[in-house]
Structures are given as structure tokens and as C-alpha cells.
């Protein structure tokens, strides 16, 4: 008889226990129903739509501090690779991570759970937050304080804009 466990199955040889790593398809599967890591409630679900929440939240904060994701990752000691995987909900955050990235990007851990709501998708950025540019926009247009100064900039945009629609026979 063995256990499984994250890849590692224990198996009793002259009774001692001993750990070795397996492949998950080779152990079998003891979890209440047969269904690997979800009890028929939506649980599994429920999980990745918190781990891409809280990825959101982590892109959110970054992006308002004006961070690149080599920078945190340069910050966090890990590749630039796994702050993307974070940020979109394909690895989760351990609560250690998590607390590491929470200080990094001087926040509170609860504010990458705010506006959680069980049954609630995660909220996409007002403009879209994938767009490096678009988030450099925003964000710096923000932080003018100027009001003549933003609407000036408003309609510079909005008139290239508008004069890109033309030129394109639109």
C-alpha cells in the first residue's frame, strides 16, 4: 500500500517508509468521490478563479507602482517567467510568496484578495491591463493633476484617433 502525495508516493520496505517521486497516473486515486482535488462542488474551480484573482491583483499593484515583471522577479529572486505564471493564474502563490511579493509591492496580503466574491470572475482592468502601453498611458495620465492639462491630452488622443479612423477609409 503507498499514499500519494504531490508527486510522491510512500511505499513500506522492510518497514520503513520511503518517499519516491511518481508520476500522479501511477498512484491511484483516494480523494472522496474518485475526482482528483474536487469533492463535486466546483472546489477545483472555485480554487483557479481565486489563484486568477489574486494573479490580477499582483499585475494590478505592479503596474500602479510602475514596475516591470523582471523587476519584481530581480526583487523576489525567481524568473521573470513565474511572475507571469503568478499574474495570470497558471501557478498558484504560495501564502510564503505571497507574503514576499505582499512586502515587495508594499501591500497589505489582504488587498490580493479584495473584491473576491465566491462565484465572481475576476475583474479585468477599466482598459484592458495587457497592453504595456495602455498601461503606461493610463497610469501616467492619472497622475496628472492639471485638469486643463489632462483634457489638452484627452483631445490630442482623441483627435489621433479619429484621424487614424479616416486615413484607414473608415
Request: with cysteine.
Amino acid at each position: 500500500m503507498y499514499l500519494r502525495w504531490s508527486g510522491f508516493k510512500c511505499i513500506s520496505i522492510w518497514g520503513k517508509s520511503v518517499w519516491e517521486e511518481t508520476e500522479l497516473s501511477q498512484a491511484p486515486d483516494t480523494s472522496p468521490a474518485g475526482k482528483s482535488g474536487e469533492d463535486g462542488s466546483g472546489r477545483a474551480r472555485l480554487a483557479k478563479r481565486v489563484d486568477q484573482h489574486v494573479g490580477e491583483r499582483i499585475r494590478q499593484r505592479r503596474t500602479l507602482l510602475g514596475l516591470t515583471q523582471e523587476q519584481l522577479a530581480a526583487a523576489l529572486d525567481i524568473s521573470y517567467q513565474q511572475v507571469q505564471k503568478y499574474e495570470t493564474g497558471a501557478n498558484r502563490v504560495s501564502a510564503g510568496r505571497l507574503f514576499e511579493i505582499a512586502k515587495e509591492l508594499d501591500a497589505e496580503v489582504s488587498f490580493f484578495f479584495d473584491g473576491l466574491e465566491p462565484g465572481s470572475t475576476s475583474e479585468q482592468m477599466p482598459h484592458g491591463g495587457r497592453n504595456r502601453t495602455t498601461i503606461e498611458l493610463v497610469r501616467n495620465f492619472s497622475e496628472i493633476d492639471d485638469p486643463v492639462i489632462r483634457n489638452a491630452v484627452s483631445s490630442l488622443v482623441r483627435s489621433l484617433n479619429e484621424r487614424r479612423g479616416k486615413g484607414n477609409g473608415s
